[in-house]
């Protein structure tokens, strides 16, 4: 087997002779070409046939957002957007438009080296195609992001039962924010449930990814924050920063990661706290991501009573995390990404009798 061609694309020399650094001492990687704007970037993908373009976004003669395009629309490669968290608000329309994953320009140290290296070794397996469409099917932007940037109302007394409805939480990692665009896109406005979602993320592009989804779903979609109540027809973001979970109280709360934790922010905690808080009302998917964070939470939800789905092999850009909770015998259907919110749908409108004795 070859080794694994990279061309790296952006106008700052300085950080393509940090990525360069951190590749060249990996015996499996080859660095092929350099780019400093997106014109270059274009004639390097359909001349030097790399596995792998890592892309900055901001660059004269053409930009980032526009090479993608243009390089998935004629010679499809896969694509790292190496970005600063300055750009996070756009990195993720890059996403939309066939880059694989959106990361943080990386520090200069070992274990930030270690990791960027995995990630381009990850990824250049993935298969792409050409004539990507720009955004997920059947989506429409809407005019502005359905972000909320209000605290949430309290919760009427009136509608206190509503607190005991279904919830859904979602794990997800590498491939996951276009899974979640094509899924959580599908949802009506008055979906009844809430949706929680952990999808691994380099701090600082939670927010952005938060306003990329509002700008496309129907439901309100918001970066969480401690304390708010869980209210339904609400998507709920974790900041890559902290671990997203639930009280009893059916409020959100934001814990402190491990320093050992190999997952930003990790989907085992929110998919345990569902269990926990909500048992048999909880329902699990996992989706697209490379490792293990997620099965043990999805064993929770199942031991609890809860539902849980997963997403297929052939609709996953890494067919890793999901695969782990299926072959431990967790889940109890297995979906593609776009039959995923139809599923979603028929299980909010089944009828659920609270019972005060199932409860944790």
């Given at each position: 087997m070859g080794k694994i061609r990279v061309v790296?694309?952006?106008?700052?020399?300085?950080?393509?002779?940090?990525?360069?650094?951190?590749?060249?001492?990996?015996?499996?990687?080859?660095?092929?070409?350099?780019?400093?704007?997106?014109?270059?970037?274009?004639?390097?993908?359909?001349e030097l046939r790399p596995s792998l373009m890592t892309m900055d976004l901001e660059m004269p003669v053409m930009n980032g957002m526009q090479a993608i395009e243009k390089i998935m629309a004629t010679k499809a490669v896969p694509i790292l957007v190496v970005s600063s968290v300055a750009d996070a608000h756009s990195a993720y329309e890059a996403v939309a438009r066939g880059a694989l994953e959106v990361i943080a320009k990386p520090e200069y140290d070992a274990r930030a080296a270690a990791e960027f290296v995995a990630k381009v070794?990850?990824?250049?397996?993935?298969?792409?195609?050409?004539?990507?469409r720009s955004q997920p099917q059947g989506v429409t932007p809407s005019s502005a992001p359905q972000t909320l940037d209000q605290p949430a109302p309290p919760m009427p007394q009136r509608d206190i039962p509503s607190a005991y409805s279904r919830i859904f939480a979602i794990a997800s990692s590498t491939g996951g924010p276009q899974a979640l665009a094509l899924i959580l896109s599908q949802l009506p406005a008055d979906f009844p449930c809430p949706v929680l979602v952990s999808q691994h993320i380099s701090n600082g592009f939670a927010g952005g990814m938060a306003d990329w989804l509002g700008s496309l779903c129907k439901m309100h979609v918001r970066l969480a924050r401690e304390g708010e109540i869980v209210l339904p027809g609400v998507i709920y973001i974790s900041p890559s920063e902290t671990n997203l979970a639930v009280t009893p109280a059916r409020r959100i709360i934001l814990l402190e990661q491990s320093a050992t934790g190999v997952y930003h922010p990790s989907c085992d905690a929110l998919l345990n706290a569902v269990a926990e808080v909500y048992g048999r009302q909880g329902i699990g998917i996992i989706l697209t991501g490379m490792g293990r964070d997620g099965a043990q939470g999805i064993n929770s939800i199942r031991k609890m009573g809860g539902a849980t789905l997963a997403q297929d092999e052939g609709s996953s850009v890494i067919f890793g995390m999901n695969k782990v909770a299926i072959d431990s015998g967790d889940v109890q259907k297995i979906l593609p990404a776009e039959a995923m919110a139809r599923e979603m749908i028929r299980m909010a409108a089944m009828p659920f009798t609270f019972d005060a004795a199932s409860q944790p």
């Open positions: 790296l694309v952006d106008d700052s020399s300085l950080s393509r002779g940090l990525l360069r650094t951190f590749l060249e001492g990996d015996e499996d990687i080859e660095i092929v070409g350099e780019a400093s704007n997106g014109q270059q970037a274009v004639n390097m993908a359909r070794k990850m990824l250049a397996g993935v298969a792409v195609i050409t004539h990507i």
